[in-house]
T-cell receptor, first 113, second 117 residues
Framework: LAKTTQPISMDSYEGQEVNITCSHNNIATNDYITWYQQFPSQGPRFIIQGYKTKVTNEVASLFIPADRKSSTLSLPRVSLSDTAVYYCLVGARRAGGSYIPTFGRGTSLIVHP | ETGVTQTPRHLVMGMTNKKSLKCEQHLGHNAMYWYKQSAKKPLELMFVYNFKEQTENNSVPSRFSPECPNSSHLFLHLHTLQPEDSALYLC????????????????FGPGTRLLVL
């Protein structure tokens, strides 16, 4: 399984753009990159997923360079409600088996007024 | 609201008690999961059920016993737990598809906060 490395914590202020980078040097050819968000005392929630280049949805953007050894989750104009833990996952669905996600420690983002 | 519900939301039990956690998903998914999240530790996958069959058991102690009577319901039976088992227990579901490819999105419930005294 490809291992991911993220900053343990980040601080930001309301209205700023936040970029959280995840390193995954051993990513396999078939692996996808998925980000989840977790608020205190809740389960994680899917944010965005990509394989290469750039993916954007109504919540965030995901930038993946050509070598795919890292990825950056970009949250535009954060608000206090974006304070959460953000997890970067790398993996793929296996033939003949289930997808088994592996969550690391994530990045604890605190947004200040 | 993710379509996955868990009861109870909070549970306090003694080491000699027997209790059960319940999870129900209203999404029509065919795979369900139990995770354990301890303070300051990553989520730990405990069990995976695919089409009601257990496909993964991540070396979980036998004092945790899962049950999946159908694809919508998942239980975690607890007995003779230890204080270090205190944690947030999360249930998740996904729609598993055959063959290799894009990972399925997991939908998590709100969790059961368990305290073992």
């Amino acid at each position: 399984l490809a291992k991911t490395t993220q900053p343990i914590s980040m601080d930001s202020y309301e209205g700023q753009e936040v970029n959280i980078t995840c390193s995954h040097n051993n990513i396999a050819t078939n692996d996808y990159i998925t980000w989840y968000q977790q608020f205190p005392s809740q389960g994680p929630r899917f944010i965005i997923q990509g394989y290469k280049t750039k993916v954007t949805n109504e919540v965030a953007s995901l930038f993946i360079p050509a070598d795919r050894k890292s990825s950056t989750l970009s949250l535009p104009r954060v608000s206090l409600s974006d304070t959460a833990v953000y997890y970067c996952l790398v993996g793929a669905r296996r033939a003949g088996g289930s997808y088994i996600p592996t969550f690391g420690r994530g990045t604890s983002l605190i947004v200040h007024p | 609201e993710t379509g996955v519900t868990q009861t109870p939301r909070h549970l306090v039990m003694g080491m000699t008690n027997k209790k059960s956690l319940k999870c129900e998903q209203h999404l029509g998914h065919n795979a369900m999961y139990w995770y354990k999240q301890s303070a300051k530790k990553p989520l730990e996958l405990m069990f995976v059920y695919n089409f009601k069959e257990q496909t993964e058991n991540n070396s979980v102690p036998s004092r945790f016993s899962p049950e999946c009577p159908n694809s919508s319901h998942l239980f975690l039976h607890l007995h003779t737990l230890q204080p270090e088992d205190s944690a947030l227990y999360l249930c998740a579901s996904s729609q598993d598809r055959p063959g290799a490819g894009v990972p399925e999105t997991q939908y998590f419930g709100p969790g059961t906060r368990l305290l073992v005294l």
